[in-house]
T-cell receptor, first 117, second 115 residues
Framework: GAGVSQSPSNKVTEKGKDVELRCDPISGHTALYWYRQSLGQGLEFLIYFQGNSAPDKSGLPSDRFSAERTGGSVSTLTIQRTQQEDSAVYLC???????????????FGDGTRLSIL | AQKITQTQPGMFVQEKEAVTLDCTYDTSDQSYGLFWYKQPSSGEMIFLIYQGSYDEQNATEGRYSLNFQKARKSANLVISASQLGDSAMYFCAMRGPYNFNKFYFGSGTKLNVKP
């Protein structure tokens, strides 16, 4: 479809392992966002990318978290040496950017449910 | 600093009645956008309605309307004629100010519609 695509939809891994989560935004959307949502909680901002600008990493909780966006499209969120508190749903969103698109919402993927054993 | 406040962690409403979900925001800028999203138990985030800070009319989308009171910095969501399928988490969000690529989300309100 034409929506935001995230993979995998579920990921179970052992504590201490590294994980990579993928996000494929809507074509033409220059802004891409990663959020974390713990069970029953709100959205915790992690990072966002805007075109070729330096990403806003202000929400990353520790240096174990990193993200990249290649070619202005697909993004990968990497968590190294996973801890049990990293268990959550990781949501990716994309949007059109800029003032002229200020009425445009974020479009979300279905998320990756990450479980750390 | 917290930008969006949703003070109702949980709400109940009788089917077919109207319900108002509160949202207040904090900004000194004049240009910003306000959004409401619905998140059912299945987890997807569904965009419901948008209100621009310069819009003079309250936004409406079907059974959803936004009670925008700029001086009070509130953007409450009104759902008319509640349906069982409206049971979900509802998030208020603000785009901008200063950076139109930054979104700020509230902590959400869980709405339960009773038959």
């Amino acid at each position: 479809g034409a929506g935001v695509s995230q993979s995998p939809s579920n990921k179970v891994t052992e504590k201490g392992k590294d994980v990579e989560l993928r996000c494929d935004p809507i074509s033409g959307h220059t802004a891409l966002y990663w959020y974390r949502q713990s069970l029953g909680q709100g959205l915790e901002f992690l990072i966002y990318f805007q075109g070729n600008s330096a990403p806003d990493k202000s929400g990353l909780p520790s240096d174990r978290f990193s993200a990249e966006r290649t070619g202005g499209s697909v993004s990968t969120l990497t968590i190294q040496r996973t801890q049990q508190e990293d268990s959550a749903v990781y949501l990716c969103a994309s949007s059109l950017s800029g003032v002229v698109n200020s009425n445009q919402p974020q479009h979300f993927g279905d998320g990756t449910r990450l479980s750390i054993l | 600093a917290q930008k969006i406040t949703q003070t109702q962690p949980g709400m109940f409403v009788q089917e077919k009645e109207a319900v108002t979900l509160d949202c207040t925001y904090d900004t000194s800028d004049q240009s910003y956008g306000l959004f409401w999203y619905k998140q059912p138990s299945s987890g997807e985030m569904i965009f419901l309605i948008y209100q621009g800070s310069y819009d003079e009319q309250n936004a409406t989308e079907g059974r959803y309307s936004l009670n925008f009171q700029k001086a009070r910095k509130s953007a409450n969501l009104v759902i008319s004629a509640s349906q069982l399928g409206d049971s979900a988490m509802y998030f208020c969000a603000m785009r901008g100010p200063y950076n139109f690529n930054k979104f700020y989300f509230g902590s959400g309100t869980k709405l339960n519609v009773k038959p």
